[in-house]
T-cell receptor, first 113, second 115 residues
Framework: GENVEQHPSTLSVQEGDSAVIKCTYSDSASNYFPWYKQELGKGPQLIIDIRSNVGEKKDQRIAVTLNKTAKHFSLHITETQPEDSAVYFCAASRETSGSRLTFGEGTQLTVNP | DTAVSQTPKYLVTQMGNDKSIKCEQNLGHDTMYWYKQDSKKFLKIMFSYNNKELIINETVPNRFSPKSPDKAHLNLHINSLELGDSAVYFC??????????????FGEGSRLTVL
C-alpha cells in the first residue's frame, strides 16, 4: 500500500517568513495530492491540492509543487501570519475522488508574531 | 447549518464498556468515512461507506462496527473498549461521482478517553 512520509514534524517561523513542508510517497500510481490544515480542536480542512498532470499550483500565499519522478511534493506558505499556525497534513491517493487517502504524519507549524 | 456534525464531542468511559458515536452530513454527499487520530496526530482511515455500502475496512478490530442507516448518516459503535481506543475519531464525507473535487469534509471530531 501507499506510504507517505512528511517532514519536518514541527516548524517554527517568524511572522512574514516562508514555511516549507515536504512529503514523499511510495506508490508511483498515486495521482492526487491534497494538503489539509487542522486548527486546534477542529477537523482537517482542505487548503490546496494538486493532480499529477501539473507540477505546481498556487493559491494566494500557498503553493504546492509536485515531482512525480522523485515522488515528492511540497507545500510552500509565504508571508506567514499567526493564523497560519496549525497542523498541516499531506496526503496521497490513486483516486482523485479522495476516497482512499493516505495521510502523512503531520507538521505542527507555529508562526511567532 | 453545520455540514458534518458528530456527537458526542467528548466521551469518557471505562474499559470494557460499549459506546457509540453518531455522524450526520447535510451536504448530499454519497460517501462517508471514519478516521482515527491518535495522540501523535496520525490520521488513519478506518471505514468508508458509499450509498450505505461498506467499501473500505482497514483492518480494524471486529469490536468496531460502523452502521449507515442512510447515506446521510454513519455511526460507529465500539464494543469492549480498550485503553488503546483512546483517540479522536473524525467523521468525514465527500461526493465521489462525476465532477467530484476529491475534497473530504471533516466533522469536528469526537474525543474518546478510555480509563
Amino acid at each position: 500500500g501507499e506510504n507517505v512520509e512528511q517532514h519536518p514534524s514541527t516548524l517554527s517561523v517568524q511572522e512574514g517568513d516562508s514555511a516549507v513542508i515536504k512529503c514523499t510517497y511510495s506508490d508511483s500510481a498515486s495521482n492526487y495530492f491534497p494538503w489539509y490544515k487542522q486548527e486546534l480542536g477542529k477537523g482537517p480542512q482542505l487548503i490546496i491540492d494538486i493532480r499529477s498532470n501539473v507540477g505546481e499550483k498556487k493559491d494566494q500565499r500557498i503553493a504546492v509543487t509536485l515531482n512525480k519522478t522523485a515522488k515528492h511534493f511540497s507545500l510552500h506558505i509565504t508571508e506567514t501570519q499567526p493564523e497560519d499556525s496549525a497542523v498541516y497534513f499531506c496526503a496521497a491517493s490513486r483516486e482523485t475522488s479522495g476516497s482512499r487517502l493516505t495521510f502523512g504524519e503531520g507538521t505542527q507549524l507555529t508562526v511567532n508574531p | 447549518d453545520t455540514a458534518v456534525s458528530q456527537t458526542p464531542k467528548y466521551l469518557v468511559t471505562q474499559m470494557g464498556n460499549d459506546k457509540s458515536i453518531k455522524c450526520e452530513q447535510n451536504l448530499g454527499h454519497d460517501t462517508m468515512y471514519w478516521y482515527k487520530q491518535d495522540s501523535k496526530k496520525f490520521l488513519k482511515i478506518m471505514f468508508s461507506y458509499n450509498n450505505k455500502e461498506l467499501i473500505i475496512n482497514e483492518t480494524v478490530p471486529n469490536r468496531f462496527s460502523p452502521k449507515s442507516p442512510d447515506k446521510a448518516h454513519l455511526n460507529l459503535h465500539i464494543n469492549s473498549l480498550e485503553l488503546g481506543d483512546s483517540a479522536v475519531y473524525f467523521c468525514a464525507s465527500s461526493p465521489t461521482g462525476q465532477g467530484s473535487t476529491g475534497e473530504l469534509f471533516f466533522g469536528e471530531g469526537s474525543r474518546l478517553t478510555v480509563l
